[in-house]
């Protein structure tokens, strides 16, 4: 079953703004992956993100986790048109298990 | 010196048939794993081998069936295809399994039932 559900399904903004993206997940997580997808290719995983972190960045990325409300977003700051893809959110319920991705949020940067 | 690396990129044919993908992995990682991605960008773990053995195996038809003759490669082959086998088939490896790593993805291969 689906575990994670990212939302919004769709964002389309112009170079230099920021994206926001968030995922909500069902049950209690080991870690939260964010991966993106461009057209055409394979996932490439940006961030993983443990149960007991709340934020983490890297480079122009900053990715929360709200435990409580099993919840993360995905702040993507200065976007550009590269940016464009989708992104997917992927839980970890406990080690030894399948990693469950949610359908993606598809971003479109335009210049 | 791609990391993943699958073949063929694509594939088209016909019902019935049956095909198999290949998948080699040059990180030295221990666990590999075949993905479905479906037309709606649904992607969903079949199957998961560290070194060499089976640990997850997702509710799959028995048509499909992964062979791992050693820890870099894994290749899928796929008896009788049918028209909703039609999806893009992902290769993945990460170092430890179940989760807790990133895992490294391949391009993809896309199958077409005709």
């Known amino acids: 079953s689906q575990q994670g559900e990212e939302d919004p399904q769709a964002l389309s903004i112009q170079e230099g703004e920021n994206a926001t993206m968030n995922c909500s997940y069902k049950t209690s997580i080991n870690n939260l992956q964010w991966y993106r997808q461009n057209s055409g290719r394979g996932l490439v995983h940006l961030i993983l993100?443990?149960?007991?972190?709340r934020e983490k960045h890297s480079g122009r990325l900053r990715v929360t986790l709200d435990t409580s409300k099993k919840s993360s977003s995905l702040l993507i700051t200065a976007s550009r048109a590269a940016d464009t893809a989708s992104y997917f959110c992927a839980t970890s319920v406990q080690a030894g298990t399948a990693l469950i991705f949610g359908k993606g949020t598809t971003l479109s940067v335009s210049s | 010196d791609t990391a993943v690396s699958q073949t063929p990129k694509y594939l088209v044919t016909q019902m019935g048939n049956d095909k198999s993908i290949k998948c080699e992995q040059n990180l030295g990682h221990d666990t590999m794993y075949w993905y479905k991605q479906d037309s709606k960008k649904f992607l969903k773990i079949m199957f998961s081998y560290n070194n060499k053995e089976l640990i997850i195996n997702e509710t799959v038809p028995n048509r499909f069936s992964p062979k791992s003759p050693d820890k870099a490669h894994l290749n899928l082959h796929i008896n009788s295809l049918e028209l909703g086998d039609s999806a893009v088939y992902f290769c993945a490896s990460s170092q430890g399994g179940g989760g807790v790593q990133p895992q490294h993805f391949g391009d993809g291969t896309r199958l077409s039932i005709l």
């Open positions: 993100i443990r149960s007991n972190e």
